[in-house]
């Protein structure tokens, strides 16, 4: 169980065009959601938190405008990198925590998506 | 600032024995903390987790050990295996409001388990 997705699991896309990674529990319902960026030998960072039905919380330093968030259902929430540039390029990964247990701390995280902008 | 600190960037065990892995934290708002394993270019894996109002968790070979006052904790694995080398991760988060938040996670231990 506690199953999370992740697509697509690597990307390749041009300096100023957009992607979108989808982020889905498979196994689970999911109100809250987060999406983490991990550079090469570094740890992972918060970027936002996302509640179904409501407008993500970012972390301070990460642009809102450029990482759109959307979190539609309970068991999808999307992240589109805008205008992508060369330093966008890491590995971002969600986590989702199941409404079931509505004062857990655990998060059930996806395989993740490296995504490389030339 | 790294609210969260892994000061052994590796550590290499012998098969058998046991792998400590220590994880210190500033935050004294953190009220729960989580280790998980992580493989290159893969999502963490959950392993074990312990609220602040504890002091040791144990699940199977895995044990964890929270010292409140000296904001330090530690994982212990016992008997190491070679299936365990990996990098592990130790993450803390704390309660507000609506729910808990989005974890803190440290540089991460890259443990090495020698047959």
């Known amino acids: 169980g506690a199953v999370v997705s992740q697509h697509p699991s690597w990307v390749i896309c041009k300096s100023g065009t957009s992607v979108k990674i989808e982020c889905r529990s498979l196994d689970f319902q999911a109100t809250t959601m987060f999406w983490y960026r991990q550079f090469p030998k570094q740890s992972l960072m918060l970027m936002a938190t996302?509640?179904?039905?409501?407008?993500?919380?970012?972390e301070q330093g990460v642009e809102k405008d450029k990482f759109l968030i959307n979190h539609a259902s309970l068991t999808l929430s999307t992240l589109t990198v805008t205008s992508a540039h060369p330093e966008d390029s890491s590995f971002y990964i969600c986590s989702a925590r199941d409404r079931r247990w509505a004062g857990a701390y655990e998060q059930y995280f996806g395989p993740g998506t490296r995504l490389t902008v030339t | 600032d790294q609210q969260v600190k892994q000061n052994s960037p590796s550590l290499s065990v012998q098969e058998g024995r046991i792998s400590i892995l220590n994880c210190d934290y500033t935050?004294?708002?953190?009220?729960?903390f989580l280790w998980y394993k992580k493989y290159p270019a893969e999502g963490p894996t959950f392993l074990i987790s312990i609220s602040s109002i504890k002091d040791k968790n144990e699940d199977g070979r895995f044990t964890v050990f929270l010292n409140k006052s000296a904001k330090h904790l530690s994982l212990h694995i016992v008997p190491s295996q070679p299936g365990d080398s990996a990098v592990y991760f130790c993450a803390a988060s704390a309660y507000s409001g609506g729910g808990a938040d989005g974890l803190t996670f440290g540089k991460g231990t890259h443990l090495i388990i020698q047959p």
């Open positions: 996302s509640n179904e039905g409501s407008k993500a919380t970012y």
């Open positions: 935050n004294s708002m953190f009220d729960y």
